[in-house]
């Protein structure tokens, strides 16, 4: 991404935030299947290699988030304890989810250039 003299990219190495990216990440999981908070913890964990995942303090609000706005929605497998939320997409939130897929894309792409360009200069990776 070209920036001139006057603007400053200071975010390293990607400008989308953890929390934009696990909410596509929790959409792009939902618009395959219904899930549960725990589970989706551990599925993107398991996507990453197991080298990261978010935290439930993040993953929790946003699900509440995401639910409130009406791009998914959740019920309790046992009302009467409440102990385990499972949560589908909705057609808002796949509409939403489209959305967001692509305002990301360009942020990936870019953060890819830059790892990339560092394996390559400091380390002598060829890519």
Do not use: C
Not at 110 to 123: Q, R, T
């Amino acid at each position: 991404m070209e920036t001139s003299r006057k603007e400053r990219q200071r975010q390293f190495p990607s400008k989308i935030s953890t929390t934009s990216f696990v909410k596509l990440y929790i959409l792009h999981l939902l618009n395959e299947k219904p899930y549960y908070g725990n589970m989706i913890i551990d599925e993107i964990k398991r996507r990453m290699d197991y080298r990261w995942e978010p935290s439930p303090g993040m993953v929790y609000p946003l699900l509440r988030d995401l639910e409130k706005h009406g791009y998914i929605s959740g019920w309790w497998d046992q009302p009467n304890k409440k102990s385990i939320r499972r949560y589908k997409i909705t057609d808002e939130g796949i509409k939403h989810y489209n959305i967001i897929l692509l305002q990301n894309k360009l942020a990936f792409e870019d953060s890819l250039l830059i790892v990339k360009n560092v394996l390559k200069d400091i380390y002598g990776e060829r890519y």
